[in-house]
């Protein structure tokens, strides 16, 4: 099974900031990778899908990038509404793993 | 607008069998494939299960496979997760999401509230 790595598992930063999440994936997985975002209590949001497609309504500070094995979430201008846990998931097949998340506090 | 509200949740001891519900509304769910989704207490998310739109295929983590059987109905807009043989593992807060599509191998882009399950003696 194809495992997905996050990295950093936490961090740091300060409003304004561009923030750069990494995802690899164990084996290819072309461009099924999508990017939630959980905030603290709530339920997971869907922002990027097909490695680099912007979900309808999500802010366009949030960007994605990436093909086969490594991928990136890109947070350009921090804000304080983005405090939460960023998780990857693959989806070319089964099983649709997660990666371990990534805690972006401010 | 599209919700999907999950039930069935509570307290069950180990070894004992329990079924989750999914209802849907806001969209025709016959026309998506649909997934469960759990997260333990303080931990990150693991995919459970995934459901063709019509039921033809499902796949399951390994580790609740031979265990769970997730199923649908079309005709009544709901989704079930049934769980036997459960562990102390299996606490979580579960939650159904709806597929991008029809096929399962997709992201899940409208979740439910979640569902707490909780295994213990």
Request: overall charge neutral; some cysteine.
């Amino acid at each position: 099974d194809t495992q997905l790595t996050q990295s950093p598992s936490s961090l740091s930063a300060s409003v304004g900031d561009t923030v750069t999440i990494t995802c690899r994936a164990s084996q290819g997985v072309d461009n099924y990778l999508a990017w939630y975002q959980q905030k603290p209590g709530r339920v997971p949001r869907l922002l990027i899908y097909a490695a680099s497609a912007l979900q309808s309504g999500v802010p366009s500070r949030f960007s994605g990038r990436g093909f086969g094995t490594e991928f990136t979430l890109t947070i350009s201008g921090l804000q304080p509404e983005d405090v939460a846990t960023y998780y990857c998931q693959k989806y070319k097949r089964a099983p649709l793993t997660f990666g371990g998340g990534t805690k972006v506090e401010i | 607008q599209v919700q999907l509200v999950e039930s069935g949740g509570g307290v069950v001891q180990p070894g004992r069998s329990l079924r989750l519900s999914c209802t849907v509304s806001g969209f025709t769910f016959s026309n998506y494939a649909i997934h469960w989704v759990r997260q333990a207490p303080g931990k990150g998310l693991e995919w459970v299960a995934v459901i063709w739109y019509d039921g033809t295929n499902k796949f399951y983590a390994d580790s609740v496979l031979g265990r769970f059987t997730i199923s649908r109905d079309n005709s009544n807009n709901t989704l079930y997760l049934q769980m036997d043989s459960l562990r102390v593992e299996d606490t979580a807060v579960y939650y159904c999401a709806r597929a991008g599509g029809w096929s399962g191998y997709d992201f899940g882009d409208h979740w439910g509230q979640g569902t707490l399950l909780i295994v213990s003696s």
